[in-house]
């Protein structure tokens, strides 16, 4: 009776509560707001092929009790509890032998023909209890008929009252720990789940939504596995981090806590003794964030060979047992680890260290800043996934998985497993767009792409039309470019009128050069003469900035008589027709 629990699944927050985390589910408890644990195991007996068509009247009954009806005032007593609704074997059961003269036996036996889901077996027994119903029952034909209907769904899949109840007490207590201790319920459930990389990033995004920040493994709190830190941090476990074994973890660990925290990167090198301690476990220990404490990931990857030396002589002191000269002079040990200064790494690059060697990104991902700056004009994959089918839309994503097919026509095609900060979707790539796009393709890679909404199927899936690398140098220059339609969709390029007859490489190219960071106000005047002089020259974007020059091909195509107009935008050393 925990009012917490029933908010928490009122709100929809069922990720990693038990036979309640599926989208389907969470939409239908959304609705019904239950009370009680009986809605809960009704939810769980319903939601199966068959009874699930029940479940639309279930919630109606729940929040309208005028709305309950019995089709037998002798139903009541067994139907009471689920507001009129047969919801389980056992109803079924009863029906049978209170309205049909069944004997135990012979409602056993119709249990039985339900479990088997065998349409001979449910055949007989349909004429049996349709016999029952008027003969015993003194139902009439029509009557009997309507009852049969509401039982027949069972035929397909119907579960026992005891197992419901039993499903619904561990979704109900699995939902009261996630509800109550939210951190330390989310730490057990990805050490349960530590082996599926899609529950954990699931999980990292259900994290951030609970106010939760998961962050990386640390050397000096990490535990094996995920690692409660308070209520609003949870650490990744060492034993996640790739080519990393299990003794050198257990090893460190034993370590930190039979001789305290580990002070410095030279304390963590003289006490750590293990022959797998070597150049892979050091490398994928930074990588990862474990040692961040201790320095930059970057002058730690460049001073390894300086921290294996020392490792080394510590341990050769250690095996001699002798007097160690580092404990006794402490200031030598800290000039013999001096780092040698080095340019830090980059965001984008940290965190494909983290997406390499813990499988997702972890204390960021690469899509924020780029979604940040752009505003609505790029939508989140939380939000695609709502679209309607036909929209077009941004995204900005990673790319976690690619599958390449060939069609009937031995064309190659791609389907993407992509996502954001606010979740994953399928990114479909056609033959055309993939063999255009196919170097892109990989990875690890994130981009921006404009693309089609489809919701085939009842399956919402996004139709890539094109593509373009987002990195540091470029995130807050596309976002602008986004924000002022200077890159759109194929389909709002054929609204536009854009001739789509001739092969694209067929098409004259106009290069416009932007140096620097182009204003709003430069944006806006371009795509207006973009927008109003449709022809066949294809427009594509030379931007210029730090030193490098990046290439953009836009989606518009104007007439040579615009040329003007935009030399008098950028300038005329700026424009050029290849």
């Known amino acids: 009776d925990d009012p917490k629990t029933f908010e928490l699944l009122a709100k929809g927050q069922t990720m990693g509560v038990f036979q309640l985390g599926g989208s389907g589910m969470t939409h239908y408890l959304m609705e019904l707001k239950p009370e009680r644990v009986e809605d809960i195991m009704a939810m769980v007996a319903l939601y199966r092929p068959g009874p699930m068509e029940s ?32 919801t389980y074997q056992d109803d079924v059961m009863l029906i049978a032998i209170k309205l049909a003269g069944y004997s135990w036996l012979e409602a056993d036996k119709l249990r039985k023909a339900m479990g088997k889901k065998i ?7 349909k004429e049996k209890l349709l016999d029952g119903f008027v003969k015993k029952g003194k139902l009439s034909k029509s009557l009997a008929n309507q009852l049969w209907k509401l039982i027949e769904p069972f035929a397909a899949y119907g579960f026992n009252k005891a197992h419901a ?13 996630k509800a109550n201790y939210p951190a330390i319920y989310m730490t057990a459930l990805m050490t349960a789940e530590s082996a599926d990389l899609a529950k954990i990033a699931e999980a990292v995004a259900e994290c951030a939504r609970l106010g939760i920040k998961v ?21 990744f476990g060492l034993l996640a981090i790739k080519n990393l074994g299990v003794d050198v973890i257990e090893t460190m660990i034993t370590e930190r806590q039979t001789g305290g ?9 003289k006490r750590i003794h293990h022959r797998a301690f070597n150049r892979k476990a050091i490398e994928a220990l930074i990588k990862a964030g474990a040692l961040d404490r201790f320095g930059e990931r970057r002058e730690l990857l460049e001073n390894l060979d300086q921290i294996l030396l020392f490792n080394k002589n510590a341990q050769q002191q250690r095996e001699q047992n002798q007097g160690s000269l580092f404990d006794l002079t ?9 780092l040698k200064p080095t340019p830090p790494a980059s965001g984008f690059v940290k965190l494909a260290w983290e997406k390499e060697l813990l499988g997702l990104y972890v204390s960021a991902h690469p899509t924020e800043d780029i979604l940040r700056q752009a505003g609505e004009s790029i939508a989140r994959c939380s939000q695609a996934l709502l679209s309607p089918e036909g929209a077009f839309v941004y995204v900005c994503v990673g790319i976690d998985t690619v599958k390449v097919i060939l069609t009937k026509k031995q064309e190659r095609m791609a389907f993407l497993g992509v996502g954001d900060v606010s979740g994953s979707l399928e990114l479909i790539v056609f033959p055309r767009t993939f063999t255009e796009y196919q170097a892109l393709l990989v990875e690890g890679a994130v981009l921006l792409v404009s693309a089609k909404v ?8 996004l139709i890539a039309s094109s593509f373009i690398a987002v990195d540091e140098r470029n995130a807050s220059e596309l976002a602008q470019m986004v924000r002022g339609g200077l890159w759109i969709p194929e389909s709002v390029a ?12 067929a098409m004259p190219m106009i290069e416009i050069s932007l140096r620097g960071k182009p204003s709003q106000d430069m944006i806006t005047d371009l795509r207006e003469v973009f927008a109003s002089h449709p022809g066949t020259g294809r427009v594509c974007l030379l931007v210029e900035s730090a030193g490098s020059t990046r290439r953009i091909e836009t989606e518009f195509s104007m007439r040579p008589d615009a040329i003007e107009a935009v030399r008098g935008i950028v300038g005329k050393e700026n424009v050029r027709i290849g």
């Not at 019995?70 to 009471?80: C, S, T, V």
């Not at 349409?119 to 027994?125: D, G, I, L, N, V």
């Open 330 to 338: 402490p200031d030598l040990v800290g000039e013999k680890l001096k």
């Open 261 to 269: 925290a580990f002070e410095d990167l030279a304390d963590f090198a």
């Open 55 to 86: 479940i639309p009247e279930y919630i109606k009954r729940k929040h309208n009790a005028e709305l309950i009806r019995y089709l037998d005032p002798r139903m009541e007593e067994i139907l009471d509890a689920s507001y009129g609704i047969i």
């Open 215 to 235: 962050l990386p493994p640390d050397i000096n709190e990490s535990r094996l596995n995920f690692t409660y830190i308070d209520d609003a941090h949870i650490r």
């Open 165 to 177: 109840a039993s499903y619904g007490m561990v979704a109900y207590q699995t939902a009261y720990m």
């Open 494 to 505: 054929e609204k536009l009128q854009m001739p789509e007859s001739k092969p694209k490489n």
């Open 454 to 461: 489809s919701t085939k199927d009842g399956v919402t899936k």
């Open 119 to 125: 349409p001979e077996e449910m055949a007989a027994q």
